[in-house]
């Protein structure tokens, strides 16, 4: 048996599958979903780890669930376009950013961001008169969708959302506030998404532990020069600059504060 990492959906992280046999990356396979089966391709077909998968898969793809799939994907923008619309006519605050038909044809998944819960309860009621299918609605946050959609950060690089395909850290603003960056607003710190960016959690603890018995931004600290207030703290170098109450700048190594 062989633990094989599979994209089912495109706005999802990689689930881990059990297979009979060696699976290469990029074959399309037939997986059990959460309500039906679905046709996915394969990242990594004998991944090492210690975590066991919940679930087998079925089976290698045909060429029949290829033709069936790209049909439905055909139809992709039509659907897309009549939830838009339906969307704009109730007036909601839904921003859709894909859509996905099961395997079988039964059911159509649409899938949106929205500030806060929707109800979306009258869409799906319309929805579902017009395409005459079971209709799903599947809210997702931005860093999803900005994964979904790809692209590059304003270091240059492609999206770390989109090249480390782990689940997702919690950015926090005590990541940037830790690293003495919170200062340039949140439009400096913030990625394509919307969002604080994703990196701002790579070193946040290495500067969690650099800044351990280093005085607080704005605190009073006393020097061999006299009395001043911390302006900037280097973590990196290990000095604080100190604004004396003379008016004068001064650097000052941690050691050296009293």
């Known amino acids: 048996m062989y633990k094989v990492l599979v994209r089912v ?35 990594h077909g004998d991944i090492r780890t210690d975590e066991d998968p919940a679930e087998k898969i079925q089976r290698v793809a045909t060429s029949r669930d290829k033709k069936v799939f790209l049909e439905y994907e055909r139809k992709r923008n039509e659907y897309i376009k009549i939830c838009r619309d339906e969307i704009k006519s109730l007036g909601l605050e839904i921003k859709l950013v894909d859509v996905r038909s099961s395997l079988d044809g039964k059911q159509i998944m649409f899938v949106f961001t929205a500030d806060g819960r929707v109800d979306f309860r009258e869409l799906v009621k319309n929805l579902s008169k017009v395409l005459r299918k079971s209709i799903r609605m599947k809210q997702i946050g931005s860093r999803d969708e900005a994964r979904k959609l790809g692209g590059f950060g304003i270091c240059g690089r492609e ?100």
Request: proline share 2%; glycine share 6%; charged share 25%.
């Open 9 to 43: 959906y495109s706005w999802e992280n990689p689930r881990l599958y059990w297979a009979d046999s060696r699976l290469e990356a990029g074959e399309k396979v037939i997986v059990a979903a959460d309500f039906s089966n679905e046709l996915a391709v394969v990242e």
């Open 159 to 258: 999206l770390c959302c989109v090249r480390f395909r782990g689940s997702i850290p919690s950015i926090t603003t005590d990541m940037a506030r830790v690293q003495q960056i919170a200062h340039r607003g949140t439009e400096r710190i913030s990625g394509l998404c919307g969002r604080l960016m994703c990196c701002l959690a790579y070193e946040s603890e290495q500067y969690k532990e650099m800044i351990k018995g280093m005085p607080e931004l704005h605190s009073f600290v006393n020097t061999q020069e006299g009395k001043g207030t911390v302006v900037e703290i280097n973590a990196i170098s290990q000095e604080i600059k100190v604004k004396l109450e003379s008016g004068k700048y001064l650097a000052v190594k941690k050691e050296d504060i009293k």
